[in-house]
């Protein structure tokens, strides 16, 4: 059974930073390209980033790029989301997910429970 486990959200005024960790388990870590996305309320879940199984290759949404960088421990079974520079407009609930290098939700099998992010003003 493979598990997704978030960590890192919190409450956060605009221009700080958070990172986010995402735990997995019951699966080769290594063989998965692993996502972030995130969903605000009303709002369809949105591609966040994507990093492949070495970290090699890393795509990011233009919305968040150069703000926000993905990365991985495949030692630790970890990805992580570095959020720099927050917005308002990035308050959603953050989820990891592991899949295929791919920017919609289609290209993913397995999903955390999330992780709230919120950004004030």
């Known amino acids: 059974q493979v598990q997704l486990v978030e960590s890192g959200g919190g409450l956060v005024q605009a221009g700080g930073s958070l990172r986010l960790s995402c735990a997995a388990s019951?699966?080769?870590?290594?063989?998965?390209?692993m996502g972030w996305f995130r969903q605000a309320p009303g709002k369809e879940r949105e591609f966040v980033a994507v990093i492949n199984w070495s970290g090699a290759l890393t795509y990011y949404a233009d919305s968040v790029k150069g703000r926000f960088t993905i990365s991985r421990d495949n030692a630790k079974n970890t990805v992580y989301l570095e959020m720099n520079s927050l917005k308002p407009e990035d308050t959603a609930v953050y989820y990891c997910?592991?899949?295929?290098?791919?920017?919609?939700?289609?290209?993913?099998?397995?999903w955390g429970q999330g992780t709230q992010v919120t950004v004030s003003t």
């Open positions: 019951g699966c080769t870590f290594s063989n998965y390209a």
């Open positions: 997910a592991a899949g295929q290098v791919r920017t919609t939700t289609t290209g993913y099998n397995y």
